[in-house]
């Protein structure tokens, strides 16, 4: 008799780009084991506090305890310091959440996207014991090397060279931003069969800095809780079923 | 594929098409030579590019030499990009069993009764075909070359847009790939002339 293995690849992709004062974290709907699809909506991407949003990918059972883990934390720090835990807490927090199952680990990447202390989007993204980097992009999941050569073409201008007298800008405007997370994904749903069926893509702003054309977008609903400032929106899109 | 490294790419544009490889030749890890060209030309407005085992995409271009040698002389007359495509899938599925390590990538231009139009074709260690209509990638990178083309290219441009798509998908392709990079060629061929570029790349 074969072995009990406790991990499955439940596939779909999640990604996630910092702007200066602003942060996106985006993820497809699609849950799927092998070739068969599970649902076609099963949230990646989850609201952790009004300036956080954690997007997990990998093995799904994994993903959404260890968000419900990370989800509890958050509100016994509510309880003992009368506020939100800061971004690069959280951040430190997930490692050592991680790594405390080192040697019988939750299979998932993670990316933590949101607003810092300082008011600029930050990006975090780790691997499944809790090295983690703080980044301007960053996809991870099964389209993982569709996706991110693209990033670095687009967000990083990697090969490319600015006009004489001209530089690169170090973080693009928001519908920039959106755009090209849309685009990422339609091209991941084309060529890879375990992504697809819906896109869901949280934006996290910063303290008074305005809806930076976010009015503009279709579709757009707003998530925010507290009155600390920032603001929190998600946008939803279709993606192709097949 | 692993054992040499090396990628392939090409692409369909208004009246030209373009195909483009890295230059590294690798023994798994270990950098070799940056000047390994994988991409030959078949007539003056057909290109093969061969990505997989080195010793294999030297064996078979002298073996595609001989056999479109043999067509020239009996039908005194060029071979077609899409007579050529088919001749490779014949030549490697001889090998069914016991094949070539090598995924082929055909660029070129075919003649029709009103000029010429764009053909691009791709096919596996076996020689099963894939006639695209707008873009092909082979070796290492093939996944990454597939992100940005699908995210990079578009319908109907011209030579000086086509190579700068083709040539940003392969550089960036290569760059997250362990096994390709170390330089690219890239081949614009346009109707009445064809254009060859050798682009720096990183050397990591």
């Known amino acids: 008799m074969s072995s009990f293995n406790p991990y499955t690849q439940n596939g779909g992709t999640i990604l996630a780009i910092a702007g200066a004062d602003f942060s996106v974290v985006a993820g497809d709907t699609r849950q799927s084991e092998g070739y068969n699809i599970q649902t076609r909506y099963a949230p990646k991407v989850f609201r952790l506090t009004d300036r956080a949003v954690l997007a997990v990918n990998g093995f799904a059972a994994d993903g959404n305890m260890f968000v419900k883990k990370v989800k509890q934390r958050l509100e016994w720090y509510r309880h003992a310091h009368a506020k939100d835990m800061p971004l690069r807490s959280i951040a430190r927090l997930i490692q050592t959440m991680l790594y405390s199952r080192r040697f019988f680990p939750y299979y998932v990447y993670n990316i933590l ?130 | 594929m692993e054992y040499n490294g090396g990628s392939v790419i090409a692409m369909v544009g208004k009246d030209c098409v373009a195909i483009a490889s890295d230059l590294r030749f690798g023994n798994q890890a270990l950098g070799i030579a940056s000047n390994f060209q994988r991409i030959f030309p078949v007539t003056d407005r057909t290109y093969v590019g061969l990505a997989g085992l080195g010793t294999d995409v030297t064996t078979l271009r002298e073996r595609f030499r001989y056999r479109v040698n043999m067509y020239t002389i009996k039908e ?129």
């Not at chain 1, 755009?179 to 091209?187: G, R």
């Not at chain 2, 011209?158 to 960036?172: A, H, K, R, V, W």
């Open chain 2, 76 to 204: 005194e007359r060029d071979i077609e990009p899409q007579t050529f495509a088919h001749l490779v899938s014949s030549t490697l599925y001889e090998h069914r069993f016991g094949p070539y390590f090598v995924e082929p990538v055909i660029a070129g231009l075919e003649n029709t009764s009103s000029g010429s139009k764009p053909f691009i074709a791709a096919a596996d260690l076996i020689g099963c075909l894939n006639f695209a209509k707008d873009f092909v990638v082979a070796g290492t990178a093939s996944s990454k070359l597939y992100g940005l083309a699908e995210g990079l290219w578009e319908p109907d441009l011209g030579p000086e847009d086509l190579f700068e798509t083709i040539s940003q998908t392969l550089l960036n392709g290569v760059d997250r790939d362990a096994f390709s990079g170390w330089g690219a060629v890239v081949h614009v061929i346009t109707k009445d002339r064809v254009v060859t570029r050798t682009l720096k790349g990183r050397m990591d």
């Open chain 1, 113 to 242: 996207g949101g607003i810092e202390e300082d008011g600029s989007g930050a990006v975090y993204s780790f691997d499944p014991v809790g090295s983690y980097e703080r980044e301007t992009c960053r996809a991870a999941g099964p389209a993982q090397s569709l996706l991110q050569p693209f990033l670095d073409n687009q967000i990083y201008f990697k090969n490319q060279q600015p006009a004489p007298g001209m530089s690169h800008p170090t973080h693009l405007p928001l519908q920039a931003v959106l755009a090209l997370v849309i685009d990422s994904f339609t091209s991941a749903t084309e060529r890879h069969i375990e992504v697809g069926d819906g896109l869901e893509m949280y934006i996290i702003l910063g303290k008074g800095r305005g809806l930076q054309g976010l009015e503009g977008v279709k579709g757009v609903q707003e998530l925010t809780i507290s009155e600390d400032g920032e603001r929190i929106f998600v946008v939803r899109r279709e993606l192709k079923k097949d």
